[in-house]
């Protein structure tokens, strides 16, 4: 799925296609709100959730990997393994 495809989709959908086929990447709070990034397929999504009801706010997908910068400490490389050429 293209990330156009995916941003026509009901949210419900969306978070579906997300917790089911999504990696989740890690967790954030941003300006009050607790924030979970997921990459799926070739693109990222962030979901932004209400403080005081823990339900969505808002759904933000991106192609840009600096998405990942609030997230680098909770990246971890270790146990990822090279390949040989």
Do not use: W
Request: glycine share 4%; hydrophobic share 35%.
């Amino acid at each position: 799925m293209r990330l156009p495809d995916f941003f026509t989709l009901p949210q419900r959908i969306q978070l579906d296609q997300l917790y089911k086929h999504g990696v989740y990447v890690g967790k954030r709070k941003r300006n009050g709100q607790s924030v979970l990034l997921f990459q799926y397929q070739s693109f990222y999504a962030e979901i932004f959730y209400t403080t005081y009801r823990k339900e969505i706010d808002r759904i933000v997908v991106t192609d840009h990997i600096t998405v990942l910068d609030p997230y680098l400490d909770q990246i971890h490389i270790k146990f990822l393994n090279k390949k040989s050429c």
